[in-house]
């Protein structure tokens, strides 16, 4: 068994028997009534276990609209809690003691306050096995042929714990180590953009062969051809096992935002790499499951997690289709209760035989930020629960 798939163990069993089962589940897109009745049975006992350990989610599900009471069947879903993912750019919440926590990390945004994130060993190795299982559904995992990467995110330097960078840096343990060159240098002080040198890395790499993975935020790697284009330089041809994974999104670059086709009709005429190896990912400081796109293009709910769209203005559950925030429901994370978020990405959710790639999950597009307006008075609702609470 490949390392990154081995079991990892939930840190009360008893409690959380369940959580253990649904996490265990190694096919990424499996459904069913029984794992719907799992996954329910998994959420009520995160429920129980954050509400135990954390006054502020205690009074949270106790004034939610199940009162405190766990969830009858999937149907009910909507009916479940959530915190709003700014909430935890002015708040440290945790349900596990401090000694229990193995990593600490903050979200990538480029203004204004950060997510602050926390994860024990269960939630930490059970999000990396998540992933390691989705690429290795895809067949990414386990290659034994050394690869050149090119990290389009951040330079390591001490005290840097951004959550983008420690997945990137994870991910280059799927497949050997060539070299590795970062697109956002350290200068010392802080981190700039080198486009000339992620060009002479890519020129580099074509020239020796070997099979290359691009990781990280897909601006970068998008002003990268841009440079090359303006440069003169012609298209490279890069190894077509070569793979292409996004995630992050464009942050502070929204006005230079390239579509999805054109940037992947771009990638493929310059450096040669096959669309179906040209992906994007979508997932969360605050909500680390991987959702990875399919073959065409489409981001995939997984086994161990499930996703509700609702209305910008009421907060209504919407039906496949309609637009409104993405709200993430997941039991596998015990260090925060994080377990059902709100987020201010604007997304609709569409039915498996919309996509028609065979996987029988749901999927969704996202169609940008929705106003803060929402998000703002949502945060504060959910601070007025930390009130008199240590």
């Not at 349900?95 to 990593?103: H, M, R, T």
């Not at 935002?257 to 179906?276: F, T, W």
């Not at 065979?358 to 945060?379: E, I, K, M, Q």
Request: proline share 8%; glycine share 8%; aromatic share 10%.
């Amino acid at each position: 068994m490949n390392q990154y798939l081995e079991p990892v163990a939930v840190p009360d069993p008893a409690a959380l028997a369940h959580v253990q089962r649904l996490c265990d589940i190694a096919e990424p897109y499996a459904v069913g009534p029984g794992l719907d009745e799992l996954f329910v049975r998994a959420i009520n006992e995160s429920n129980a276990w954050h509400a135990a350990r954390s006054p502020f989610f205690a009074r949270l599900w106790a004034s939610g609209p199940t009162g405190g009471a766990p969830l009858g069947g999937i149907d009910e879903l909507h009916r479940l809690p959530f915190v709003h993912a700014n909430f935890f750019k002015a708040h440290e919440v945790v349900s596990v003691p401090e000694q229990d926590i193995a990593l600490h990390v903050t979200s990538s945004g480029t203004t204004g306050q950060k997510s602050q994130m926390f994860f024990d060993q269960w939630t930490l190795r059970n999000g990396q096995r998540m992933v390691a299982r989705v690429f290795d559904f895809y067949g990414w995992l386990g290659e034994q042929e050394p690869v050149n990467y090119l990290l389009s995110n951040y330079q390591p330097r001490p005290g840097l714990n951004l959550g983008t960078s420690f997945t990137d840096e994870y991910l280059c343990h799927f497949a050997p180590v060539r070299s590795v060159e970062y697109a956002l240098k350290h200068t010392g002080t802080s981190h700039e953009f080198d486009p000339f040198g992620c060009a002479r890395a890519l020129v580099r790499y074509a020239e020796e062969g070997a099979p290359v993975r691009i990781l990280g935020f897909p601006a970068f790697l998008s002003f990268t051809l841009d440079r090359m284009r303006d440069l003169g330089l012609p298209p490279v041809q890069l190894d077509p096992r070569s793979l292409v994974v996004f995630g992050g999104g464009w942050k502070g670059h929204a006005d230079k935002q390239v579509a999805k086709p054109e940037l992947y009709r771009r990638i493929h005429e310059q450096l040669g790499i096959p669309d179906e190896r040209i992906r994007d990912g979508y997932g969360a400081v605050e909500h680390s499951v991987l959702y990875m796109e399919c073959a065409n293009h489409r981001l995939h709910v997984p086994t161990w997690s499930r996703m509700l769209v609702r209305d910008v203005g009421t907060l209504e559950p919407l039906p496949y289709g309609e637009r409104g925030y993405a709200q993430f429901v997941s039991p596998y994370i015990t260090s925060v209760p994080a377990q059902s978020v709100l987020m201010g990405d604007l997304v609709s959710q569409h039915s498996p035989e919309e996509c028609g790639c065979s996987l029988p999950t749901p999927w969704f597009a996202v169609h940008g930020r929705a106003g803060v307006s929402r998000n703002r008075s949502c945060a504060i609702a959910a601070a007025e629960l930390l009130k008199g609470t240590s």
